[in-house]
C-alpha cells in the first residue's frame, strides 16, 4: 500500500512513517518543517524518507496512486494564545480543510490526529468519546474543528484522539523531554502549577500501533480515544525519571499556564471493542526507553 503520512517529521509522524516503511508499504512523507522547533531536529527524525515539503495551508496534495492518507501535521501546544492564534488557524484549521479536500475529491480515507484536548476539563474521568467537548486552548478549539470539518465532508475519516504522547523523538517543548534534557545537563526543570496535575501518558509506539489499525479495521466516521494506561501526576513523572536516570532534579514552580487542564484519563473501551487496541507499554517501561534514547543523544558527538 502507498500512503501519504503529512507531519512526517515530527514526532508521531516520523515514527508512523518508519513503522509503514518497516511495514512494507510505501511513504510519501510530506512536512513544511515549520520553526515551531529546530527544523534540523525535524530532518534528523525524517532520516531515511524521501521528505516533501510542502506548505498543506497553501500548496496542493497529490494523491494520485495513494492508498489513504495520515494527517499528523499541525501546529501543536496548548500554551499559547494571542497573537499565535493565526497559527493555529491556519496550521490546523486551513491545512486540514485542504487536506480533506484533496482526499474527498480522491475517495480516499483519511486518518487523522485529533486530541485530549478538545475535552478540556472533563465531565468525567475516565473520559469517553461521548463526553461534551469544552476545549480550554487554542489548540483543542481548533482540532474540534477538524473533526467537525470531517464530519461536515462525510469524509471516510477517523479521528484519534491523542493523549499526552512520549517517547523518543519528543518535542523539546514537552514535559519528558524538558525533564530528560535537565537530567543531562544537571539543570533545572520548570513546571506550571503545583504538579499534581496528572495525564494518561500515552507511548509513541502504542500511538502508531493505534494509528495504523484504525486506517485498516476502523468503520468510516469512527472516532477514538488513544490513551495510555498508567495515569499519573507530573511529580510522579519526575520522580521515576529521577529513578531511572538515577539523578535528582532541582524542580521549580510556575503560575498555572493558561490552556492547561488539571486531569487527563482515556476511556479507551470503545477502541478496544472495535479494534482490539489497548496500550501495552507501561509508564515506566515507556519513560526508560525515552531515557536511554536522550541519554545517547547527549553522548553522541
Known sequence: MRYVVT????????????????GGHDVVAVDC????????????????????????????LDLDGV???????????????????????????????????????????????????IYGEAERYPTPEGTVPEPISPYGITKLACEQLARAYGLDSVALRYFTVYGPRQRPDMLFRRICDALTSGGTIEIYGTGEQSRSFTEVGDVVDATIAAMAEAPAGAVYNVGGGDEASLLEAVALLEEISGRPLDVRHLDRARGDVRRTQADVSRIRDALGWEPRVPLARGLERMWAWASARVATP
Do not use: M, W
Open 7 to 22: 507531519g512526517a517529521a515530527g514526532f508521531i509522524g516520523s515514527h508512523l512513517a518508519d513503522a509503514l516503511v518497516e
Open 33 to 60: 518543517l515549520t520553526d515551531y522547533y529546530d527544523p534540523a531536529e525535524k530532518e534528523e527524525n525524517a532520516r531515511g524518507l524521501d521528505l516533501l515539503r510542502i506548505d498543506l495551508a497553501e500548496e496542493s
Open 67 to 117: 492508498d489513504g492518507v495520515f494527517h499528523l501535521a499541525g501546529q501543536p501546544g496548548v500554551r499559547s494564545f494571542g497573537e499565535a492564534f493565526p497559527l493555529y488557524l491556519r496550521r490546523n484549521v486551513l491545512a486540514t480543510q485542504r487536506v480533506f479536500d484533496a482526499a474527498s475529491t480522491a475517495g480516499l480515507r483519511v486518518v487523522f490526529a485529533s486530541s485530549s484536548s
